[in-house]
């Protein structure tokens, strides 16, 4: 199979651009770019074929194929060179079914897809695989690359951080003062990235780093670089897969700078196009209300992105007024039907609880797609008949703050949490211990 890979203007200017080249914006409108695929090559396999293949492949042993996104590589990123692969295992994460929280809320077949189970605990990793991995191969081809960098909510620096450390490439990562958790700030300290922590928001840090990449020969990795789509597009391919080569009803994404939610849409839309799956899901774009830019375009059917000041959200990486990847998302949400929901700091907090309780550990991102599912239940959109994916996009292990200001009732904005639960401090004596006991199962 040839297949091959270019960058392409989303806005449709002519050209076409080499994935080993350094580029990020159209160079002649400076609009997004996308990886556009042959896909009459890929379509020379048929789409049984595809799936047998994918079959084979799933959760390799060793090679590739242990990665759930080097998989899928030829509709990733044909023209990676085996040597220059940079994985960590990421992708091929648990579609797991919450029959309890369904019932809870009406609903019947609800599943969460678990992109946090992964190496550094966000699905930042399936994107950031493929960037290092090309990054790796340009240099070895004699591109000049002295560092790679990105601007973080916490999640994606530490993604470029473990993997540039594994490759052996410089990682440099400029993030908001005191905006992100201990666990999401330690993880580029400890692989050896070079920190630097601004007074600014997340919107601040990015203006700095795509300076530093224009100017500076630093290769910029966050998702305004289409690369690192290509890899988060698998969860797409996944979750058909583990839906048995069917897309679910609807699809619930957080949405911040808005790639994860372009990349679903990408990749459902490839599936279309190469002829496995036979519809579209309906995707949900939920939003923090504290950051809602996407949100508020939508209630004025996809008005101009009006770019807002972010405030402080638990959904921390989600904390976004200008969404880089504003026109992708609007384009998925417009073909599939899509809606976007705004969820308060109460409604985030209280959802992820509940989940919990049904036997997840979810982080507040993840709480605020909880929050929009519970909506969207509530308001009669989606109904007991149909099959909902929630995708999950980090894992509650790196929130521990946030988990126990809620269970300590001390979270801004959440002063009732509706689920609570606090250890009960009792002396060492038997009957004490039988007392609350048996109070606490009756
Ligand atoms: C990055 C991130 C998001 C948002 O993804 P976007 O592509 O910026 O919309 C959501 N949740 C977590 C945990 C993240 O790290
Ligand atoms: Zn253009």
Not at 196 to 223: H, K, P, Q, T
Not at 244 to 270: K, Q, T, Y
Request: glycine share 8%; hydrophobic share 45%.
């Amino acid at each position: 199979m040839n297949a091959r890979a270019v960058f392409r203007c989303i806005a449709g200017c002519p050209g076409e651009h080499p994935l080993g080249q350094v580029l990020y914006r159209c160079p002649t409108c400076a609009g997004l770019l996308e990886v556009s695929h042959d896909l009459e090559a890929l379509a020379t396999r048929s789409p049984e074929a595809w799936k047998q293949l994918f079959a084979e492949r799933w959760r390799g042993v060793d090679g590739p194929s242990s990665s759930g996104v080097w998989a899928k590589r030829e509709w990733v990123l044909p023209e990676l060179r085996d040597e220059n692969l940079v994985t960590l295992g990421e992708g091929a994460t648990h579609l797991m079914p919450i029959p309890r929280l369904a019932s809870a809320l009406g609903l019947g077949d609800v599943r969460i897809k678990q992109c946090g189970t992964s190496h550094s605990g966000s699905f930042k990793d399936l994107g950031m695989t493929v960037l290092v991995s090309m990054v790796q191969q340009m240099i070895r081809d004699g591109v000049p690359i002295r560092a790679v960098a990105c601007a973080s909510t916490g999640d994606t620096s530490a993604a470029l951080s473990a993997y540039a450390a594994w490759a052996g490439i410089r990682a440099v990562v400029i993030l908001p003062r005191g905006k992100i958790s201990t666990a999401q700030l330690v993880q580029p300290l400890a692989n050896g990235a070079l920190v630097l922590a601004i007074d600014s928001d997340f919107d601040g840090c990015m203006r700095l780093v795509a300076e530093l990449a224009d100017r500076e020969g630093v290769y910029l990795a966050n998702s305004m670089n289409s690369l690192r789509i290509e890899g988060q597009k698998t969860v797409a391919l996944e979750i058909a897969q583990q839906w048995g080569w069917r897309a679910p009803d609807w699809v619930i994404i957080p949405g911040g700078n808005l790639g994860n939610v372009s990349a679903l849409g990408a990749g459902f839309e490839m599936m279309l196009a190469l002829g496995l799956i036979d519809r579209r899901p309906r995707i949900c774009v939920a939003q923090a209300e504290h950051a809602n830019p996407l949100y508020r375009s939508f209630q004025q059917g996809y008005a101009e992105l009006a770019p807002v000041k972010a405030r402080t959200t638990a959904a921390s990486a989600i904390q976004i007024g200008n969404p880089v990847s504003f026109a992708k998302a609007v384009r998925a949400l417009k073909a599939c039907d899509g809606v976007v929901a705004s969820v308060t700091e109460a409604e985030l907090a209280d959802a992820s609880a509940r989940a919990d309780l049904a036997g997840a550990f979810t982080c507040p991102h993840t709480g605020v797609a909880l929050g929009a599912l519970a909506q969207l239940a509530a308001a009669g959109e989606i109904r007991r008949d149909h099959s909902v994916c929630v995708v999950s996009t980090a894992s509650g292990l790196k929130f521990a703050d946030f988990k126990v200001g809620y269970h300590e009732a001390r979270l801004a904005e959440v002063p009732s949490p509706l689920h609570r639960n606090q250890p009960i401090e009792l002396p060492e004596r038997y009957d004490a211990v039988r007392d609350a006991v048996l109070r606490g199962i009756a």
